[in-house]
């Protein structure tokens, strides 16, 4: 869903810049944009809700393996309550007044979340001396049926050190078109495959 949903904000914002169009035809947005895709889909365009096959062939879905240790989940009310009193200055810098909230962690502002990550990836030891493997957090966009709705973001600090990574892939599978999850988050994103 979050490598989706970038395409749905696209086409939503592209519908929104065609009001004014739809308005001086006197029909509902909804039926002028059905138009203007049809037109689209008949010229052989991309741009209208289709999400192009290089975007699956780009990419995998892995199965990893990761060194036992411990992931911050910055959603809880203690990580944002201890965030909150630690990053007070630099959350006020970019806005933030009165405490983060889960729309803060979660939201689209990186200034936010990268000033986050930033200061839990270089300044957190745990409770038993570890550093953190990285962030869990959920995602904005929900969960599906059946699904957690989680997202992991991974640390890569042996990397950042010049050594290989403690992770193992135990699974590599190509995205098809007819993928269960795939199919899922496209209704949600209202986009298709070709």
């Known amino acids: 869903m979050e490598l989706l949903a970038p395409y749905r904000t696209e086409i939503n914002g592209t519908r929104r810049a065609l009001q004014k169009d739809a308005d001086?035809?006197?029909i509902p947005l909804e039926q002028y944009w059905n138009m203007v895709v049809?037109?689209?889909d008949e010229a052989g365009t991309m741009r209208a809700r289709w999400l192009p096959r290089a975007w699956r062939d780009g990419r995998a879905i892995y199965r990893l393996n990761y060194p036992s240790g411990w992931w911050v989940d910055i959603t809880s009310t203690n990580t944002l309550t201890a965030l909150s009193e630690h990053l007070d200055d630099e959350l006020a810098g970019l806005g933030v007044i009165g405490g983060l909230t889960v729309a803060h962690v979660t939201g689209e502002d990186r200034a936010i979340?990268?000033?986050?990550?930033?200061?839990?990836?270089?300044t957190v030891t745990l409770f038993d001396g570890t550093q953190p493997l990285g962030v869990r957090f959920i995602s904005k966009h929900?969960?599906?049926?059946?699904g957690t709705g989680t997202c992991w973001a991974y640390w890569m600090?042996?990397?950042d050190a010049g050594l290989d990574e403690p992770v193992e892939i135990t699974d590599e599978t190509a995205i098809q078109?007819?993928?269960?999850?795939?199919?899922?988050?496209q209704a949600f994103?209202?986009?298709q495959t070709r």
């Open 24 to 26: 001086a035809m006197g």
């Open 38 to 40: 049809a037109d689209w």
């Open 113 to 122: 979340t990268a000033t986050i990550a930033g200061w839990l990836r270089d």
């Open 142 to 146: 929900g969960h599906p049926a059946g």
């Open 157 to 159: 600090r042996a990397t």
């Open 177 to 185: 078109e007819s993928d269960v999850d795939l199919k899922k988050a």
């Open 189 to 191: 994103c209202k986009i």
